[in-house]
């Protein structure tokens, strides 16, 4: 699994740019509702219920329509791939070194719901629920001191792996 981080993040590095400038471009200029409701995976009533929760109790729209058992997270995590082009990676049977585990502290994957995967050159490979969080980008930056590519996981493949690696320390 490594081996096919690394020729993906080699392939990304040839067609892509570091995150910086942190204005992130849709690939599919449609919002995450709408891609939910043209890939069949939920409905034009479950979206505007999604969009009243919403609205009454705050949220990432992704999050609520989870909440609201109307799509599971990895539906999600796709859609949001789709709509931002940043690659959905499941974290299931992913393994982390300890070594790229040390450079981010367990309270800063907590906090952003984001682990380190692997670190290539100068650049640091993440798993994140939410890839628009600029401000855990800029925090990631700072504390490694590397550029960050992204890649999409859900929130609870991210526990896990959390749960799995970080008790190792």
Do not use: W
């Given at each position: 699994?490594?081996?096919?981080?690394?020729?993906?993040?080699?392939?990304?590095?040839?067609?892509?740019?570091?995150?910086?400038?942190?204005?992130?471009?849709?690939?599919?200029?449609?919002?995450?509702?709408?891609?939910?409701?043209?890939?069949?995976?939920?409905?034009?009533?479950?979206l505007?219920?999604?969009?009243?929760?919403?609205?009454?109790?705050?949220?990432?729209?992704?999050e609520v329509?989870?909440?609201?058992?109307?799509?599971?997270?990895?539906?999600?995590?796709?859609?949001?791939?789709?709509?931002?082009?940043?690659?959905?990676?499941?974290?299931?049977?992913?393994e982390?070194?300890?070594?790229?585990?040390?450079?981010?502290?367990k309270?800063?994957?907590?906090?952003?719901?984001?682990?380190?995967?692997?670190?290539?050159?100068?650049?640091?490979?993440?798993?994140?629920?939410?890839?628009?969080?600029?401000?855990?980008?800029?925090?990631l930056?700072?504390?490694?001191?590397?550029?960050?590519?992204i890649?999409?996981?859900?929130p609870?493949?991210?526990?896990?792996?959390?749960?799995?690696?970080?008790e190792?320390?």
């Open positions: 699994m490594a081996q096919m981080l690394k020729s993906l993040y080699y392939s990304l590095k040839a067609t892509s740019t570091p995150c910086k400038p942190m204005k992130f471009h849709k690939s599919l200029d449609k919002p995450i509702g709408q891609i939910l409701i043209e890939g069949g995976i939920i409905t034009q009533e479950q505007q219920k999604a969009l009243d929760a919403q609205k009454k109790d705050g949220g990432l729209l992704g329509i989870v909440k609201l058992g109307f799509a599971r997270e990895e539906e999600i995590a796709h859609c949001l791939s789709l709509q931002y082009s940043f690659p959905y990676l499941p974290l299931e049977n992913y982390i070194s300890q070594e790229v585990i040390k450079l981010i502290p309270n800063v994957c907590t906090h952003y719901c984001l682990i380190p995967l692997d670190r290539i050159e100068n650049t640091l490979t993440v798993a994140m629920a939410n890839p628009l969080n600029e401000q855990a980008i800029e925090d930056e700072d504390i490694s001191a590397l550029e960050i590519q890649f999409i996981s859900t609870t493949d991210i526990r896990q792996a959390l749960e799995r690696h970080y190792k320390q």
